[in-house]
């Protein structure tokens, strides 16, 4: 790659970051005000009366499923808002006739768009430690699984922001779908506390395996083993890139 | 002049089968200025968008200073810089940002000399740290072209550059794309507007319903096509044309005062110094004669009548 392309890289990248410094307040607020609320209502409420799940206390047992919860979102909307904005604007033209290759292009937004998403996952993460102690068992696998976690969903978000002609579709699978599955996936409780068929059932839910994965780094233990969840981000990734691939080759809702 | 942009057998041809561009083969020159002329729906912005990269073609070849849009698309879309019909802007980014990104997004590195000479003659330097949506729609046009400049490119497209332009603004922008020229950037301009055309471009291409139907140098053009108007200014006014003066096909003007002949200069007898001396014949006394040649438009209008007569 020379330089000329990182420097194309370099440009979007840095007007991706710009857009969310513009929004540098609400950006940040956002996610430290949502995950105290969580706290309050799951971590103080009701976990006073559910004090352990599989031996680790409540309030400490939610935080990763927190945190995967808002990267999910916020890597989904970052990705998406990104490439949907400028074709809605009209100033995708840029972009398409810009000597940049497909795979720059993914690198640029995907890694700008990864970034907001970890700075909010990293502030979720320091905000849960102002209410209670959180042990990181493996922390070099907890940064990782957060970077896969934010490229798996940004991708995703990519794809999105390419297929969605309004701004309903743009939210319609966040909110309808991703929200849905994230707070049946485990991120609030143990899928081994469930009965049968549930247990079972939520198993099919691939958000489990990711959420699950996560609190492996945390706590050494999930309800699936981190080789599952390995394999399903892998997974992720690879039909994520294989989709913003063929897009790009075909042209698919970018170019006429 | 050594050729540019060179286009083979253009087609394009959407799923619904409508044909946008049908074969058309074009040559632009280096350091031209080139005015794509067509009504709406001709297939202008559609070969715009094709050269650089928006849509694709589906059938057909384009170079772009010896580079495959398609094969080698980075040595051709380098060369470019592009001005869309559509005032599409980042409207919270400053004038300098947007600007400053857009050289960066072509793979140059950062020039803020450079930058700043652009945003200067483009009469933008005032405004660089004004947020896009502050500015006029004639300054929103000048931050476009400042982008397309921005990675200083040889080719430069605007794409109805003076639409929904006031008459100064426009007057302004034929006054930057004359001084573009002067930098050696080749410019293809698309227009609405044939006194833009005779106003600035070297060579005119007229496109309709997707085929070229001709390209000319603007002045050959309107010598080959170009017809004049004789206006005669008559002493008295007449009620109606004499039938003796049939043959010359004129027309009464003015309220009776004005005789209206059309007559082709490159025709071996014109009819003007018989036309004269019928109206001496017929006792018509006239004060004086006006000629005019006839314009761009007129040439246009004409060509796309034919294409729709047959």
């Known amino acids: 790659m020379s330089l000329r392309n990182l420097r194309a890289i370099a440009s979007i990248y840095r007007f991706e970051l710009h857009r969310f410094r513009r929004t540098l307040l609400t950006g940040l607020l956002v996610p430290v005000i949502t995950t105290s609320l969580y706290f309050v209502v799951f971590g103080g409420a009701i976990g006073s009366r559910m004090t352990e799940v599989d031996g680790i206390p409540y309030a400490a047992f939610i935080v990763p499923g927190l945190i995967m919860m808002a990267m999910f979102t916020e890597s989904i909307f970052n990705a998406s808002f990104g490439i949907y904005m400028p074709k809605f604007t009209g100033t995708i033209y840029e972009l398409l006739s810009a000597p940049v290759s497909a795979a720059e292009t993914i690198v640029a937004y995907v890694g700008a768009a990864a970034t907001k998403s970890l700075i909010v996952g990293a502030i979720i993460f320091l905000t849960a430690h102002l209410f209670v102690d959180v042990p990181v068992a493996h922390p070099v696998a907890m940064v990782g699984f957060m970077v896969l976690i934010a490229v798996s969903f940004c991708l995703f978000g990519f794809i999105l922001g390419i297929w969605a002609q309004s701004f309903e579709q743009l939210q319609v699978i966040p909110l309808l779908l991703i929200m849905p599955m994230t ?74 | ?251 009464l003007g003015a309220d009776g005062h004005e005789i209206d002949y059309i007559f082709d200069t490159q025709a071996e007898r014109t009819g003007v110094s018989s036309l004269l001396r019928k109206l001496g014949d017929l006792g018509i006394a006239y004060k004086d004669l006006n000629t005019r040649q006839s314009s761009l438009e007129d040439i246009f209008v004409s060509l796309v009548h034919q294409e729709k007569a047959v």
């Open chain 2, 1 to 251: 002049m050594a050729s540019i942009i060179e286009i083979k057998g253009l087609t394009k041809r959407y799923a619904s089968g409508f044909e946008a561009l049908k074969g058309v083969d074009l040559t632009i020159e280096e350091g031209e200025i080139f005015a794509l002329l067509g009504p709406n729906g001709a297939g202008k912005t559609t070969m715009i968008s094709i050269i650089c990269g928006i849509a694709r073609a589906t059938v057909g070849s384009v170079t772009v200073a010896g580079h495959d849009i398609v094969r080698d698309y980075r040595g051709a879309r380098t060369a470019i810089g592009l001005v869309p019909q559509e005032l599409s802007t980042d409207q919270f980014e400053q004038v300098i940002d947007t600007v400053t990104f857009s050289r960066g997004l072509f793979g140059k590195p950062r020039n803020d000399a450079y930058v700043e000479k652009i945003l200067r003659d483009l009469s933008l330097w005032d405004k660089r740290n004004a947020k896009i949506l502050e500015l006029s729609g004639g300054m929103k046009r000048r931050v476009m072209i400042a982008k397309a400049l921005s990675h200083e490119p040889r080719v430069l497209f605007l794409d109805e550059p003076t639409a929904g332009v006031d008459v100064e603004l426009r007057r302004d922008m034929w006054k930057l794309i004359g001084e573009l020229r002067q930098t050696g950037v080749t410019i293809i301009l698309t227009t609405h507007y044939i006194e833009e055309a005779e106003e600035m471009a070297d060579r005119v291409g007229v496109i309709n319903k997707g085929e070229l139907m001709l390209v000319e140098e603007k002045t050959t053009l309107m010598k080959k096509l170009g017809k004049k108007a004789l206006t005669v200014v008559l002493a008295d006014p007449i009620d109606a044309v004499p039938a003796e003066l049939a043959e010359w096909a004129v027309t």
């Open chain 1, 183 to 256: 707070f049946l996936g485990g991120a609030f409780y143990s899928v081994h506390m469930l009965a049968e068929p549930w247990r079972t059932i939520t198993l099919f839910n691939p958000i489990v395996y990711l959420i699950s994965g996560f609190r492996w780094t945390f706590f050494g233990r999930g309800d699936v083993g981190i080789e599952f969840s390995l394999i399903f981000v892998a997974g992720m990734l690879a039909v994520c890139i294989a989709i913003i691939g063929w897009m790009f080759r075909t042209g698919y809702r970018l170019k006429k």
